[in-house]
């Protein structure tokens, strides 16, 4: 049960977009689009952005996109905005045993 | 409105136990698959063990099989782990959080686990 793999920081200026990446394997991420991305302000419990790879769970704002391309997944943020500064984490499915693997987690800083 | 509580966080010796609630309202508990997650101090999210809705089916992360075990009480709407032969590198907090494949959308506040002597 290896972590995917994210950068570990992404930066942009305000009303930019920002991509982050999530890397994983032929066992998760590219066997399933049961991707699922989190943002985690400080101190704070998580939020689901993404299910599903590129779906929006009602109330997240449209500016937040998902796509996965082979064993790689993406997250988009648009029109970044201050309060975008957070960590960020992608998780898969895995399979019926292995079941849930976390990346290892974005910092996203709004200059 | 949707809610999950943890509790049962503390400090324990090494080689302690204990047990974590996570107790849900406003849903329909007994639908849902459950997940446990655990967050070192500075560190990144980690996937500790998931139950299906009627608890047929348990996983747990290689971290932890064996020693940590996920339960639950549809008729309390409460969601367990029990926590065996802790170690220092399980100190973190703990989250309950509900749902399957489909992400998880309700998160409890976390409970604070401390491992040390």
């Known amino acids: 049960q290896s972590a995917l793999t994210q950068p570990a920081s992404v930066s942009g200026s305000p009303g930019q977009s920002i991509t982050i990446s999530c890397t994983g394997t032929?066992?998760?991420?590219?066997?399933?689009?049961?991707v699922s991305w989190y943002q985690q302000h400080p101190a704070k419990a998580p939020k689901l952005m993404i299910y599903a790879g590129s779906e929006r769970p009602s109330g997240v704002s449209n500016r937040f996109s998902g796509s996965k391309s082979g064993n790689t997944a993406s997250l988009t943020i648009s029109g970044l905005q201050a309060e975008d500064e957070a960590d960020y984490y992608c998780?898969?499915?895995?399979?019926?045993?292995?079941?849930?693997?976390f990346g290892t987690g974005t910092k996203v800083t709004v200059l | 409105q949707v809610q999950l509580v943890e509790s049962g966080g503390g400090v324990v010796q090494p080689g302690g136990s204990l047990r974590l609630s996570c107790t849900a309202s406003?849903?329909?508990?007994?639908?849902?698959?459950m997940n446990w997650v655990r967050q070192a101090p500075g560190k990144g999210l980690e996937w500790v063990a998931y139950i299906r809705y009627d608890g047929s089916n348990k996983n747990y992360a290689d971290s932890v099989k064996g020693r940590f075990t996920i339960s639950r009480d549809n008729s309390k709407s409460t969601l367990y782990l029990q926590m065996n032969s802790l170690r220092p590198e399980d100190s973190a907090v703990y989250y309950c959080?509900?749902?399957?494949?489909?992400?998880?959308?309700?998160w409890g506040q976390g409970t604070m686990v401390t491992v040390s002597s």
């Open positions: 998780c898969s499915y895995a399979g019926s045993t292995t079941s849930y693997v």
């Open positions: 032929s066992s998760d991420v590219g066997s399933y689009n049961l």
């Open positions: 406003g849903f329909t508990f007994s639908s849902y698959g």
């Open positions: 959080a509900k749902g399957d494949t489909s992400g998880w959308g309700v």
